[in-house]
DNA sequence: CCTTGACCTTCCCGTGACTGGAACCCTCAT
DNA sequence: ATGAGGGTTCCAGTCACGGGAAGGTCAAGG
């Protein structure tokens, strides 16, 4: 298979493919023609990479998850480690972005959001007394 | 007021304040030994750059907000606009990192977590059947 | 046979909002 | 005179790609 029809089947823009070769992620093999070839085994890691990603594991959790996937001697206790510390900043993150939701939906709402300048969200941002 | 200080002051980095002075955000004046001098005006907009920037706000809605609140015959609609389109994103954002905190955490539940390999997380992620 | 168009290749630059570090200047106290 | 503790500029790196240029390859149609 050639790097479009992966980028079809797996959905990720060849782009992204190249940078998981170049990132020594993927190592698919070469037709005389310089193209990169696929196997089965190649479109398989990707799709996890793609699952991975999707759940907002970083490329250097990708590539610890990877080798722990064809690492017939893991201990689940390590993968379980792993997703737990990503949890813990999603959960992070979550907390950030729901504070700054409801400060900024109370803004919102106290702002008349009319053609007059008063405005609740500036006076709050330029630290009203 | 030297930079040292007034990043005691507002509690962002020199450098961070370089970089607004770099981007046009701020125009401290200069002494003769080149050092930057920032006047009660500068502080007072860093200070409002620094709470834009804790909701999240992007440098350029900060850049836009900075001009609305400087403009006295704004219209406080224009501020609420920019706000809201903030808020819908901030929305987006949590909702994805929810599903993937729900996905995740059923993941880790389901996994023993022992010096087994075997692991929920790595057949999801290795596309089980 | 030639051309067209759809592929593929590498390479380099840009993103956002900084952060780190090098190399150097200024000022004050000892 | 020297050292500490400010300040300055500029360059490079972050993260995970995306855009685009310049060029090679391949199958089909005229």
């Known amino acids: 298979m050639n790097i479009g029809d992966v980028a079809t089947q797996t959905g990720l823009p060849a782009k992204t493919i190249?940078?998981?070769?170049?990132i020594g992620l993927i190592k698919p093999m070469r037709d005389d023609n310089g193209y990169?070839?696929?196997r089965e085994q190649d479109v398989h890691k990707l799709n996890f990479l793609g699952r991975a990603r999707a759940l907002g594991f970083t490329i250097e959790d990708c590539r610890t998850l990877m080798a722990l996937y064809e690492d017939e001697t893991r201990a689940s206790a390590d993968v379980k480690k792993v997703a737990r510390t990503h949890l813990a900043q999603i959960e992070t993150k979550i907390a950030d972005l729901n504070a700054m939701r409801d400060t900024l939906g109370h803004l919102i709402d106290a702002c008349a959001g009319d053609d007059r300048p008063d405005c609740p969200i500036l006076q709050d941002l330029g630290g009203k007394p």
């Open 18 to 22: 190249r940078y998981y070769e170049d």
């Open 36 to 38: 990169r070839r696929f």
